[in-house]
């Protein structure tokens, strides 16, 4: 389980880090070419690691992050990995911008 959360929190920061790579503007890392697929491919793996937190029954864990932010997340998952050409990124710059602040500040107040 710890490792999974550290997993998420990897991830994050790896998101971070590429964002930072255009100053921290997350439409202008959104626009780039390298940095885009690199971003929506941790987002996937995020979520991927909440499904199978989910698949281990790890319940009670899962039932202190918001429940909005793990359905939109899962939902930004579905879209990228099904309908990658049509992935909006006004969406993900908003799951960037709102939601994975939030998770990340949820999953280190788990991993303490």
Known sequence: MKKRL????????????FIEQKNGKITVA??????????????????????KLKDENEFELLSQIDKKDLKGLNAVRNFIAHSYDCVDDEILEVVLRVHIPKIKQQVLDLIK
């Open 6 to 17: 550290e997993s998420i929190i990897e991830k994050i920061e790896d998101i971070e880090y």
């Open 30 to 51: 959104l626009e780039d070419r390298i940095l885009r697929p690199a971003i929506r491919m941790q987002i996937v793996s995020i979520a991927e690691q909440f499904n």
